[in-house]
């Protein structure tokens, strides 16, 4: 933090800086009169470089994750296929992140910073957006509100769709309303500037070879999110900006249908399959939501399919199981669908998936709602049971 602070000191002493920053003061009121929020204190801003934005999410990751989280989770996505077995989760993250990364507001700080190479043409309405996290944070405490979505995986992505979303829509509420327009009432011009973190997509090459997953993950709070927004502001007006704090969704489900976030539905807890396995010990844990199911389903089989079955989902665990004197990781997923319809086809999807997301497979045992054999990473149970689908992988060869 300390070369972070070392980099503002110059920032200030640079009249671009001063000049763009001196508007901040009339945005944040204008976007006060938006969304109702108080702002209780002017934003500090400053410029910043990419290379100490590099620095500071480097230093952030070490904050918030220790290297066996980090290492848990991305076993977990190997695991599920949605990144290569050499992925490396923590550098790529910090050089998406960095590449995409125009501005930032810093909640630990409580200021706001701009990169030095964002076009003059955007500084406004990033502007706009990150002073859309400053007046939440000043409300309610951005730092607390992502701390507490960290018990559930689905539900911290569904609280980072809630901040995200809600920057995006005021900022482009700010925007349409310079132009005599407003998204409340215009469905198309809310579509529209939704898109628009996703239209840009093509001049970044850190996004363009990232996998499926990062892509998708990375601007779902931004589009998502902001729809959202829109459709809890347009049943419940200024109060629908406290609202998502005070009333946070628990899942991303109900950020993609929100009519389930208005009707409190709470995702299933499928038990998961129990191979009795002995010296093993609980890695990791957690919730794999509809958004992640919705990704393995596009990138295993296709985005029309993703699209008709992922809704589908009801409730999802697994957990990583480590046996680290055999250097074995098993793998135990259980996924419930809202009928038997749906599981018998998630059943029939990730027998295919497992397939492609392996080199070799063979299968010992097969019939209607199981399938066993073995994978590259050991021998698999793929198991449907009513409208849970359950499997377990990377078990040990059996001993004949």
Known sequence: MAALAASCALAQSDPRAQKLCSQANAIALDLTKISGMKLRHPV??????????????????????????????ELTLKKFGLVPPDFDLAGNTVDLLTEQAAAFYDYDRKKLFITESTPSESQEPVLAHELSHALADQNFNLGKFIKQGRKSDDGATARLAVMEGQATWMMSEFLAQKSGQSLKNSPGLVA??????????????VFESAPLYERITLVFPY????????AVFQRDGQEGFAEVFRKPPISTQQ??????????????????PDPHLKGYKGLVGGSFGELEHAILLEQYASKERAQEVAPH????????????????????YAVEWDGEAAARDYFAFYREALRKKWKSMTVATESEDAVTGTGDDGGFELRRKGVVVTSVEGLAPAIH
């Not at 898109?195 to 001049?203: K, W």
């Not at 009519?259 to 709470?266: E, P, V």
């Not at 989902?313 to 135990?332: D, I, P, Q, T």
């Open 192 to 205: 529209m500037m939704s898109n628009l973190s996703e239209s840009g997509a093509g001049q970044y090459p």
């Open 44 to 73: 500090p801003c400053d410029f910043i470089t990419k290379e100490k934005i590099n620095e500071f999410l480097k230093k952030r990751v070490k904050e918030i994750a220790k290297p066996e989280e980090i290492r848990a989770e």
């Open 223 to 230: 589009t998502k999110g902001m729809l959202f927004q829109n």
């Open 255 to 272: 950020i993609l249908h929100p009519d389930r976030y208005f009707a409190g539905l709470k995702p299933a807890d499928p038990a998961l």
């Open 313 to 332: 989902w009801r409730g999802s665990n697994f957990a990583l199981m480590e046996n680290k004197s055999a250097a074995r990781v098993v793998l135990l």
